[in-house]
C-alpha cells in the first residue's frame, strides 16, 4: 500500500478519534501492548543496544507505561472545555477553550531510546484524538520490527500505521500533507524536516540534541557530583540526548573528579566496563567511527578509558581532562561515553561560557549553596535545567520536556504532550438576547456610541500593590455583573 493511501485511510477515519471513549479504549490497549510484551520489549533493545533488563524497564518500558496512565487518569480533565477569565463585554457572555485533534499526525523516532521515543508521542497524540503514522528509526532495527509487529495487534489499525524504513520511507512520507509532525533526532535532519513541513504548513515539534553542559562548583560535595554526573553521561553508553555532554570546573577540583568518576564507574561497570552486563554498546559502526574519531583527535589528556573494539561496537566510560574550548570534543554533541573537562574556574566564567554557544537541550549544575545552582538557572537559556544531579528533570510528567533555540521547539510529556497535538479553539457564545448593547458596535458610528464602547472595553492599567485596589475592582466588578443580570432578566420579562 503506497503511503498516501495509507494517509487516506487513516483520514477516512479521524471522526473515530473524537470521542473521549474512544481515546480511553486506544490507550488502554496500548497499555496492554507494553504489558503483554515485556520480555519482547526487553529482547529487542538488548539486541540493538545490548542494554541491561533493569535499564529497559526504568528507561523505556515502566516509563512509557507510566505515561500511558498518566494521561488515563487526566484525560477527562483535559478535554473539558477550559472556561476563560472575562471581561465586562463578555459578562454574559460563555467563553472557554475548547481543546480539538488536528487530524492525522506524523512521529519520526530516533533509535537511542527506540520504544519511548515512538510511544510517548504516540500516546499524547492518541489522548489528544488524533490519527498517527509512526516512523520508527531504522538503526534500532530490532525495535522497530517490533513495534511493527505489535502495534497493529492492539490499536485500531484504520487510526494508527506503523512505516518502516530510512531517508528513502522517511522522504517520502514527509512529502504527504500531515496535520502535525512531531520529529526526534539530530538538527540537520530538524531542517529537513521543517522544510518538508514548510510546504504544507504543517506545525512541528522538534526535540533535537546539542551539547548539554555540566558545571561543578567550587564549593560542592565533588564525589557525590561525579556518582551523579557518571550515571548520566554514561547510561545507555552516553546516547542520550540529554546527557551531561561536558564538565565546566574549577582547576582546583579537577583531580578529585577524575577520582570520583573513576571510582563511581568501577562501582558501576566492574574494573573491564566491557564485561559488564550493564553497560551498552554504541548503536553501529557509523557512530562508533564518529565518537572514535573525536577520541583520537582530542588534545586533552585521556584521564579515564579510552579503549575501544570496534567488533563488538564498544568504546569504554571515557574521561579526557585538559579540554580546551577549541577541542574536537568541544565541536559538535558528542552522543557517545566520552566526558571532557574543561576549565571554568568561577559560576561566572561557566555562565559565560555557555552564554557564548548555542542554547542547550539540558544543563546541570552542582554546588552546596542552591543560590548558586537557581542562580545559574536564572542566566542562562536551556531546554530543562536540573540541580544538583543529571538528567532526573525528565522523571517528572509535569514538567515539559523539550528543547529551546537550536536543541528543539515544541515539548511533550504529560498535559504538554496532549497540548502539543491539539488545536486550542477559542469558543465565544452569546445569547440572542440584549441586542440593544450590541447597537453601540453598528454604524451609523456616533460620539455617543463610542464613549460607551470606551467605557465598556478600554483596558485600564492595574496598579501593581496593595489590597485596596484588588478590593474596589473587585467591587466594581461585582456591581456591575449584578446590575447587567438584572438587566438581562428585566429584557425577558418586558
Ligand atoms: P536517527 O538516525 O534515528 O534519525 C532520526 C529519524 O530521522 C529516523 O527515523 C530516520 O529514519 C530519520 N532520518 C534520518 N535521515 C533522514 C533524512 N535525510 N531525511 C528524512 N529523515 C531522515 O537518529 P539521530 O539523528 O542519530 O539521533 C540522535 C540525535 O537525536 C542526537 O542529536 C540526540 O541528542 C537527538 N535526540 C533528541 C531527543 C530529544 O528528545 N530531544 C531524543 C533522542 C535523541
Avoid at 549553596?369 to 536564572?378: E, G, H, L, N, P
Wanted: hydrophobic letters at 40%.
Amino acid at each position: 500500500m503506497s503511503m498516501a493511501a495509507v494517509l487516506e485511510r487513516l483520514r477516512a477515519n479521524v471522526d473515530k478519534m473524537k470521542s473521549v471513549e474512544y481515546r480511553h479504549e486506544q490507550l488502554r490497549a496500548l497499555l496492554r501492548c507494553i504489558d503483554e510484551n515485556v520480555d519482547r520489549w526487553t529482547e529487542a533493545l538488548r539486541k540493538d543496544l545490548h542494554k541491561a533488563k533493569m535499564e529497559c524497564l526504568v528507561m523505556e518500558v515502566n516509563y512509557t507505561r507510566n505515561e500511558v496512565i498518566c494521561h488515563l487518569n487526566n484525560l477527562d480533565e483535559w478535554t473539558k472545555p477550559e472556561y476563560v477569565k472575562k471581561e465586562l463585554l463578555q459578562i454574559s457572555d460563555e467563553c472557554y477553550i475548547q481543546k480539538e485533534p488536528l487530524g492525522v499526525v506524523l512521529i519520526i523516532g530516533a533509535w537511542n531510546y527506540p520504544v519511548q521515543l515512538v510511544l510517548c508521542p504516540l500516546i499524547a497524540a492518541i489522548s489528544a484524538g488524533n490519527c498517527a503514522i509512526m516512523k520508527p528509526s531504522e538503526l534500532s532495527e530490532a525495535t522497530a520490527a517490533l513495534i511493527e509487529e505489535l502495534l497493529p495487534k492492539y490499536v485500531d489499525k484504520d487510526c494508527f500505521a506503523v512505516i518502516n524504513g530510512g531517508v528513502k520511507e522517511t522522504t517520502e512520507l514527509l512529502e504527504q500533507k500531515f496535520d502535525h509532525i512531531m520529529y526526534t533526532g539530530n538538527s540537520n535532519v530538524g531542517k529537513i524536516v521543517m522544510a518538508a513541513a514548510a510546504k504544507h504548513l504543517t506545525p512541528v515539534t522538534l526535540e533535537l540534541g546539542g551539547k548539554s553542559p555540566c558545571y561543578v562548583d567550587k564549593n560542592c560535595d565533588v564525589e557525590v557530583a561525579a556518582r551523579r554526573i557518571a550515571w548520566g553521561r554514561f547510561v545507555n553508553s552516553g546516547q542520550t540526548c540529554i546527557a551531561p555532554d561536558y564538565v565546566l570546573c574549577p582547576s582546583e577540583n579537577q583531580e578529585r573528579l577524575l577520582k570520583g568518576l573513576q571510582a563511581a564507574l568501577e562501582e558501576y561497570f566492574g574494573k573491564d566496563p566491557k564485561e559488564s552486563e550493564d553497560y551498552c554498546r554504541i548503536v553501529n559502526q557509523r557512530h562508533f567511527q564518529r565518537v572514535k574519531t573525536m577520541i583520537d583527535k582530542t588534545k586533552g589528556s585521556i584521564a579515564i578509558g579510552g579503549d575501544s573494539d570496534e567488533k563488538d561496537l564498544y568504546i569504554s566510560p571515557t574521561v579526557v581532562k585538559d579540554v580546551q574550548p577549541t577541542d574536537a570534543l568541544m565541536e559538535g554533541e558528542i552522543f557517545g561515553p566520552v566526558l571532557p573537562i574543561v576549565t571554568a574556574e568561577t559560576a561566572d566564567d561557566a555562565v559565560r561560557f555557555i552564554n557564548s554557544r548555542d542554547k542547550p537541550l539540558a544543563l546541570y549544575a552542582f554546588a552546596n549553596d542552591k543560590k548558586v545552582v537557581r542562580d545559574i538557572a536564572q542566566r542562562t537559556s536551556s531546554g530543562s535545567f536540573c540541580g544538583n544531579d543529571t538528567m532526573m528533570q525528565m522523571s517528572l510528567a509535569t514538567l515539559p520536556f523539550g528543547g529551546v533555540g537550536p536543541s528543539g521547539m515544541g515539548s511533550y510529556h504529560g498535559k504538554f504532550g496532549f497540548d502539543a497535538f491539539s488545536h486550542k479553539k477559542a469558543v465565544l457564545v452569546k445569547a440572542l438576547a440584549m441586542e440593544k448593547v450590541n447597537n453601540l458596535r453598528y454604524p451609523p458610528y456616533t460620539e455617543k456610541k463610542m464613549s460607551w464602547i470606551n467605557w465598556l472595553s478600554a483596558k485600564k492599567e492595574k496598579s501593581r500593590g496593595g489590597i485596596f485596589s484588588f478590593l474596589s475592582f473587585t467591587v466594581i466588578m461585582t456591581i456591575l455583573a449584578v446590575l447587567i443580570k438584572v438587566l438581562t432578566v428585566m429584557t425577558y420579562l418586558v
